[in-house]
């Protein structure tokens, strides 16, 4: 298994390359994140992250992806927005699955891999288009998306409860948001305590912005939660 420095660069946007500065991050007393990242993770070159070395082998068995899909019901034919695509682990599934899938990251050379990647998919599954954003917008336009998925990226976006309510404005009404990041209990897999945040925040900070939490669900995954919230 890489380790998870590795693996936090590739599947958190590249947030932590950009919007952090390369110093390092830190919760307060409050579980907030504050601006900051492991210099490690900074130092990880771009074209590096795209190698199979990066590609851990053993992420499938404990991160679910089709049970973390399944949290939006049937996809076929819904536009989903995976924010924080990196290099493409759910972009792809969820296409396979039949979405139309939004790609969003700040990094060029993640967008470049999951293009190339999706020529490779059959052609009747879903469409991906990549779209490329920075790191204080969801990039996502009105009523555009039927659903978001936020894969261990949460703690990393500034104002969160901003870019959570420009994420609702995003969503048509009825869409569903998904967000999965780590438990606080020790695993080959958990971040640092400075890159935790709990799922009881999240869900305050959702609440604020008007969305309907429909389930905290941290039973199908070892070493995650998974939230799912609704726009009503």
């Known amino acids: 298994m890489i380790g998870f420095q590795r693996f936090l660069v590739i599947t958190s946007v590249g947030i932590v390359l950009t919007s952090c500065g390369g110093e390092t991050a830190n919760n307060d007393e409050s579980g907030q994140k504050k601006d900051v990242v492991g210099t ?4 990880v070159g771009g074209g590096d992250l795209l190698s199979d ?3 851990d082998p053993d992420r499938d068995s404990w991160q679910k992806p089709d049970e973390v899909i399944q949290k939006f ?3 076929r034919g ?3 927005a995976d924010i924080g695509a990196g290099a493409g682990y759910f972009t792809l599934r969820l296409a396979a699955s039949g979405a139309d899938v939004i790609a969003i990251d700040i990094d060029d050379n993640f967008l470049h891999h999951i293009e190339e990647e999706a020529t490779k998919l059959p052609t009747n599954v879903g469409g991906i288009e990549t779209r490329k954003t920075v790191p204080e917008t969801p990039g996502i336009a009105l009523n555009e998306a039927d659903g978001v998925l936020i894969v261990n990226t949460a703690s990393f976006l500034p104002e969160r409860k901003k870019y959570f309510a420009e994420i609702r404005s995003g969503l048509k009404d009825g869409g569903q948001l998904v967000i999965v ?3 606080p209990e020790r695993s080959p897999v958990t971040p640092p305590d400075n890159f935790w945040i709990s799922s009881q925040k999240l869900v305050n900070e959702l609440k604020a ?3 309907t939490i429909k389930e905290v669900d941290a039973k199908t ?3 995650q939660y998974i939230i799912t919230a609704t726009k009503r």
């Open 40 to 43: 490690e993770s900074v130092a």
């Open 53 to 55: 070395e990066f590609e």
């Open 73 to 75: 019901g049937d996809t």
């Open 78 to 80: 819904k536009k989903i």
């Open 181 to 183: 990041d780590f438990k």
């Open 209 to 211: 912005v008007g969305f």
């Open 221 to 223: 995954l070892p070493y």
